[in-house]
């Protein structure tokens, strides 16, 4: 059973980065497909960034390319997310999530979620 435990979170200002990371264990992580999503309250979960095995295919949802960059280091079974030029909009629960070789932007193609992080971004 793979455990996923995000950290990094926290309040920042208008334009600050955030540097979210994710501990996997329990289980086999390099060959599983990784994303985070996100929620705000109020909404419904949101696709955020997602990641293959290899590290070498990565793809983000609109509002968020440019800005937020996905990667990961199988040899640390570590899932990253650098957020930079951070809005107010960011401002959600962040979680990682685990799925397999295929899973893509949608929350239900994932089985394995962490409890989330707080992020906050102030005006």
């Known amino acids: 059973q793979l455990q996923l435990v995000e950290s990094g979170g926290g309040l920042v200002q208008t334009g600050g980065s955030l540097l979210l990371s994710c501990a996997a264990s329990?289980?086999?992580?390099?060959?599983?497909?990784m994303g985070w999503f996100r929620q705000a309250p109020g909404k419904e979960r949101e696709f955020v960034a997602v990641?293959?095995?290899?590290?070498?295919?990565?793809g983000y949802a609109d509002s968020v390319k440019g800005r937020f960059t996905i990667s990961r280091d199988n040899a640390k079974n570590t899932l990253y997310l650098q957020m930079n030029s951070l809005k107010p909009e960011d401002t959600a629960v962040y979680y990682c999530t685990a799925g397999s070789a295929y899973s893509g932007t949608y929350y239900y193609q994932y089985t394995y979620w962490g409890q989330g992080t707080q992020v906050t971004v102030s005006s």
């Open positions: 329990g289980g086999t992580f390099n060959y599983k497909t």
């Open positions: 990641i293959r095995g290899s590290g070498g295919t990565t």
